[in-house]
């Protein structure tokens, strides 16, 4: 109520946390000074109420109407109402969407009718209105409001999908309602979508059931939906239950899905099947609920909500082969539906949603086909065949060998056909050097041949002089990320660069120039923070114990990694032992060496902490170490070396004067790679949603071999060359080794990889000598069915083991090794398993550029092996005993007695054993 004088006036509006005029016309009594004063009275507690725009002016003579009133909302009508100024009796209004200006909206001249039926109105939309009175003479009142108003939403037809793109912070989606007002959309992404989402947040606290009402949908006809969406809860205690509800007459509310929380709900894609009674109605909603007491959670987070129809269609067709006809076993899937190939190349794939899909077919030892865009059609049979192709690879040369002066330069070139081939042979190429990096662990292979001429870290090139020891090189380039929104790993596969989404499950592909290609989710993954590239997948965790195993080039799940025990976030991948270094404890150490099956090799206490991503570095001298980018702190980047020893920080780099970062940006993802600058290693790293930075380590000891191009697709029947560069500045005199890796999706496969073995001499070559013997001795009896080889290797060259039988030099080769760098050749290693008692031979071939030696051939003789078998009876009574254990030492070969007391244990490798029979009761 308002006061003027002596009396106070109450208003006929009601507060509805919408800003609503209010007009009063005083008339004094006596000349005086007059106050105005406000008093509050409400039936229920009160939060606060606001006060604006107060004006005080003397009446003109056509007064404002005042009371602006709207009813009978339809979805394209409302009924304004209004109290007359005085005795009026026309009236102007103007209207528009909500915050217009006036002289802008849309003006109705000459109204004589109060109330007003406004017409013509657009749905589900907020309008504002003013009222002007006309009291005839030209004679015009001020304009009188606004008053707010929004149009009924119209029911809405399936498939449905929101995920709250473009709602105001603070509000819900039009057509949607909340029976309190802790729903409301949010600048977050804790669902596992993309900002903004919807939230019910705990403040301010009560106990009962709050809902978040969908739109109306016309649900006639249907039996069943699908309702699916992405949410995430953060729990603080118990008891409460959350869920979906339906209803068909927005009054009686039926629950279809709940839980009762005892911990957080990691961010996931739920699935809500609704085929209840409140299905087929023409006014079906559906609520997402809370009931309990709020204070019992901090945030229930949903985004990428949808509502579908649950109709179903069928997939099917046949898989061949141009030449060979059918292909059995041919994997055709989309998703979760798959189906395989029958002995005639039929597939079908059965209850299907009805939905658009991209269909995907593989065959071990053919090329994929996938098709975009295949519909499936309620109630019918969409037929799709698929021809698939195969791409043969061959290589020429095997092997490439080159010789050049100190300084000098010289070119060969290796050539990759498909000429058997009947689809396109797509491949990739790096070089990979032999270098001497052994591992600390005990259980790592042997060390390889020292790398000739790779230079030293050259202190402080840059000429920064941080606060910190400064012994990094120069920045060579930065550039912004195309998505701000939670932008963090960040990799490079050797052809392309590669960032991660922290939100969400998202990853953006660059060029090595840093031009963006595309965007691409991994389906079954989720987000990811740090990043790391194996030489073939790509690994990431969102901050837990799981480690996707992740295929970028066909944007697929491989595999998880299970870290148990660990919050993952830190993470890189060591070549030298083929395992992953982690932040065992999300920001924190300490450090750990994880194998590809989760389990911890090692455990390196650290000081260091706010960790936000790792990089192994085994190319520095003095090398391996880790690399971590701290502080996770806005507006602080620095780059720590830490000691795989001591876990010491040994090293501390600030890059802040670089003056390269985004106010308030953190630290993020942290790469080593040789693939953007050519010559060099170089850091790559991440500013979280801000910018990626590239900065010089060391000089790239590979810088001596190059190739060009790096992939290529080869159509069947043609050839692709690449050019092999050698460099030999600044070189010593000495052999370099290396191999190109060439992967492909070739029918001759050994696991997808080709290698070419490199070789450059520098200087006077001089030819290999001849390997000297060392195990199994010539003429050895009893070698093992996987025996391990080993010998003298009197040259710095190429060696290759031969295994043939027969009498040279009438000989069937069993096995020949790929070219190698090394004096020992563990054949369990192939997985095969050679003959028992049967003769073989071996020798070691031996190569560089300036010839090639054979060993002498080598003589051995596999292990037999024979038959246990025997009586056991009762020493007292004479008869046979059923059920005794008889065991072997060494060997723990086990029998039992069958009921006539007799054994058997087949298969046993020669050899001196101790035999021991057991039954329980005797001796």
């Given at each position: 109520?308002?006061?003027?004088?002596?009396?106070?006036?109450?208003?006929?509006?009601?507060?509805?946390?919408?800003?609503?005029?209010?007009?009063?016309?005083?008339?004094?009594?006596?000349?005086?000074?007059?106050?105005?004063?406000?008093?509050?009275?409400?039936?229920?507690?009160?939060?606060?109420?606001?006060?604006?725009?107060?004006?005080?002016?003397?009446?003109?003579?056509?007064?404002?109407?005042?009371?602006?009133?709207?009813?009978?909302?339809?979805?394209?009508?409302?009924?304004?109402?209004?109290?007359?100024?005085?005795?009026?009796?026309?009236?102007?209004?103007?209207?528009?969407?909500?915050?217009?200006?006036?002289?802008?909206?849309?003006?109705?001249?000459?109204?004589?009718?109060?109330?007003?039926?406004?017409?013509?109105?657009?749905?589900?939309?907020?309008?504002?209105?003013?009222?002007?009175?006309?009291?005839?003479?030209?004679?015009?009142?001020?304009?009188?409001?606004?008053?707010?108003?929004?149009?009924?939403?119209?029911?809405?037809?399936?498939?449905?999908?929101?995920?709250?793109?473009?709602?105001?912070?603070?509000?819900?989606?039009?057509?949607?309602?909340?029976?309190?007002?802790?729903?409301?959309?949010?600048?977050?992404s804790s669902a596992g979508g993309k900002k903004p989402e919807m939230r019910l947040y705990w403040s301010p606290s009560f106990t009962g059931l709050t809902l978040l009402k969908s739109p109306v949908f016309n649900t006639v006809g249907k039996a069943e939906l699908l309702l699916e969406f992405k949410h995430y809860l953060n729990h603080y205690g118990t008891p409460y239950k959350l869920g979906v509800k339906t209803s068909s007459d927005g009054i009686t509310w039926n629950t279809v899905w709940q839980v009762s929380p005892s911990a957080h709900i990691p961010a996931e894609t739920k699935e809500v099947i609704i085929n209840n009674s409140d299905v087929g109605s023409p006014t079906f909603q559906f609520a997402f609920f809370f009931e309990g007491n709020t204070s019992k959670i901090k945030n229930w987070n949903i985004d990428d909500v949808k509502l579908f129809a649950n109709e179903y269609g069928t997939l099917s067709g046949y898989v061949t082969e141009a030449i060979r006809g059918v292909i059995e076993g041919a994997r055709v899937f989309s998703g979760s539906y798959e189906a395989f190939t029958d002995a005639t190349g039929y597939y079908e794939i059965a209850d299907m949603i009805v939905d658009v899909y991209d269909v995907?077919?593989?065959?071990?030892?053919?090329?994929?086909?996938?098709?975009?865009?295949?519909?499936?059609?309620?109630?019918?049979?969409?037929?799709l065949n698929f021809q698939l192709g195969i791409s043969n690879i061959s290589i020429d040369p095997e092997f490439i060998s080159a010789s050049a002066e100190p300084g000098g330069t010289t070119i060969e070139t290796l050539t990759i056909s498909n000429l058997e081939g009947t689809a396109p042979l797509t491949w990739r190429a790096r070089v990979k050097i032999l270098s001497d990096h052994q591992s600390l662990l005990p259980i790592l292979?042997?060390?390889?041949?020292?790398?000739?001429?790779?230079?030293?870290?050259?202190?402080?090139?840059?000429?920064?002089?941080?606060?910190?020891?400064?012994?990094?090189?120069?920045?060579?380039?930065?550039?912004?990320?195309?998505?701000?929104?939670?932008?963090?790993?960040?990799?490079?596969?050797?052809?392309?660069?590669?960032?991660?989404?922290?939100?969400?499950?998202?990853?953006?592909?660059?060029?090595?120039?840093?031009?963006?290609?595309?965007?691409?989710?991994?389906?079954?993954?989720?987000?990811?923070?740090?990043?790391?590239?194996?030489?073939?997948?790509?690994?990431?965790?969102?901050?837990?114990?799981?480690?996707?195993?992740?295929?970028?080039?066909?944007?697929?799940?491989?595999?998880?990694?299970?870290?148990?025990?660990?919050?993952?976030?830190?993470?890189?991948?060591?070549?030298?032992n083929d395992a992953f270094w982690i932040t065992a404890n999300n920001f924190s150490g300490p450090f750990k060496l994880i194998s590809r099956t989760g389990e911890t090799l090692q455990t390196l206490t650290t000081t260091v902490t706010g960790i936000s991503g790792i990089a192994y570095d085994n190319v520095s001298a003095g090398g391996p170490f880790l690399w971590a980018y701290t502080p996770t702190l806005a507006d602080q980047h620095k780059l720590v070396k830490v000691d795989l020893t001591t876990g010491a920080a040994i090293q501390t780099f600030d890059l802040m004067p670089y003056g390269i970062f985004g106010t308030e940006s953190r630290s993020g993802g942290l790469e080593i790679t040789n693939a953007v600058v050519p010559g060099k290693w170089t850091f790559i790293g991440c500013s979280q949603n801000d910018i990626l930075f590239v900065v010089e380590l060391t000089d790239d000891a590979s810088a001596?071999?190059?190739?060009?191009?790096?992939?290529?697709?080869?159509?069947?029947?043609?050839?692709?060359?690449?050019?092999?560069?050698?460099?030999?500045?600044?070189?010593?005199?000495?052999?370099?080794?290396?191999?190109?890796?060439?992967?492909?999706?070739?029918?001759?496969?050994?696991?997808?990889?080709?290698?070419?073995?490199?070789?450059?001499?520098?200087?006077?070559?001089?030819?290999?000598?001849?390997?000297?013997?060392?195990?199994?001795?010539?003429?050895?009896?009893?070698?093992?069915?996987?025996?391990?080889?080993?010998?003298?290797?009197?040259?710095?060259?190429?060696?290759?083991?031969?295994?043939?039988?027969?009498?040279?030099?009438?000989?069937?080769?069993?096995?020949?090794?790929?070219?190698?760098?090394?004096?020992?050749?563990?054949?369990?290693?192939?997985?095969?398993i050679l003959d028992k008692k049967k003769n073989y031979n071996w020798q070691v071939n031996t190569m560089n550029s300036a010839g090639s030696v054979n060993s002498p051939i080598w003589k051995f003789q596999t292990i037999g092996s024979g038959i246990f078998k025997g009586l056991i009876t009762d020493s007292y009574s004479g008869l046979p005993l059923e059920g005794v254990e008889v065991t072997t030492d060494p060997g723990n070969y086990v029998a039992f007695t069958d009921n006539t007391g007799n054994y058997t244990i087949e298969d046993v490798l020669e050899g001196d054993y101790t035999l021991t029979a057991n039954k329980d009761g005797y001796n």
């Open positions: 109520a308002v006061q003027i004088g002596n009396s106070f006036v109450t208003s006929t509006t009601t507060t509805d946390k919408i800003y609503r005029p209010f007009k009063y016309n005083f008339v004094p009594d006596v000349s005086d000074d007059y106050y105005f004063a406000i008093r509050v009275t409400s039936t229920s507690a009160l939060w606060y109420l606001s006060f604006d725009d107060f004006n005080v002016q003397y009446s003109p003579s056509c007064i404002s109407p005042s009371d602006l009133t709207v009813g009978s909302i339809t979805t394209n009508s409302a009924l304004l109402g209004w109290s007359p100024g005085a005795n009026e009796t026309v009236w102007n209004i103007e209207y528009g969407p909500v915050g217009f200006e006036l002289g802008q909206g849309t003006l109705i001249t000459d109204i004589t009718s109060n109330p007003y039926l406004l017409s013509g109105l657009t749905s589900a939309t907020k309008y504002d209105f003013y009222i002007q009175s006309d009291c005839g003479g030209g004679e015009l009142s001020l304009w009188f409001g606004p008053a707010s108003f929004t149009t009924e939403c119209e029911i809405m037809e399936l498939p449905f999908f929101q995920n709250f793109t473009g709602v105001a912070v603070g509000a819900i989606p039009v057509c949607w309602t909340r029976t309190h007002f802790n729903w409301d959309v949010q600048s977050s995907t077919c593989e065959a071990d030892g053919y090329v994929s086909v996938t098709e975009v865009g295949v519909e499936i059609f309620n109630n019918e049979v969409t037929g292979t042997q060390q390889q041949h020292k790398i000739i001429g790779a230079d030293d870290v050259i202190p402080n090139p840059s000429g920064v002089k941080p606060d910190y020891t400064d012994e990094m090189l120069d920045l060579l380039a930065y550039f912004p990320v195309v998505d701000d929104d939670g932008t963090y790993g960040f990799v490079c596969d050797g052809d392309f660069l590669y960032t991660g989404n922290r939100y969400y499950n998202g990853y953006d592909k660059y060029s090595l120039d840093g031009e963006f290609i595309e965007h691409f989710e991994i389906s079954g993954a989720g987000k990811t923070n740090d990043l790391t590239y194996d030489g073939e997948y790509f690994y990431g965790s969102p901050a837990n114990n799981i480690i996707y195993q992740m295929d970028f080039k066909n944007k697929t799940l491989v595999s998880t990694i299970t870290a148990a025990g660990n919050q993952v976030r830190g993470i890189s991948y060591d070549p030298d001596w071999v190059s190739i060009a191009p790096k992939q290529g697709v080869v159509e069947p029947g043609s050839s692709d060359q690449i050019e092999v560069g050698f460099d030999a500045t600044n070189l010593e005199e000495g052999i370099y080794f290396a191999n190109i890796n060439i992967t492909h999706n070739g029918q001759e496969v050994s696991k997808g990889v080709i290698t070419v073995p490199v070789e450059l001499f520098v200087g006077a070559l001089a030819p290999p000598q001849p390997a000297t013997l060392i195990s199994p001795a010539n003429n050895a009896t009893l070698v093992s069915l996987q025996p391990e080889f080993t010998w003298i290797a009197n040259s710095s060259a190429f060696n290759r083991l031969i295994i043939t039988t027969g009498t040279p030099p009438n000989t069937t080769t069993i096995y020949t090794s790929p070219w190698f760098i090394g004096d020992s050749f563990d054949f369990a290693s192939t997985g095969l």
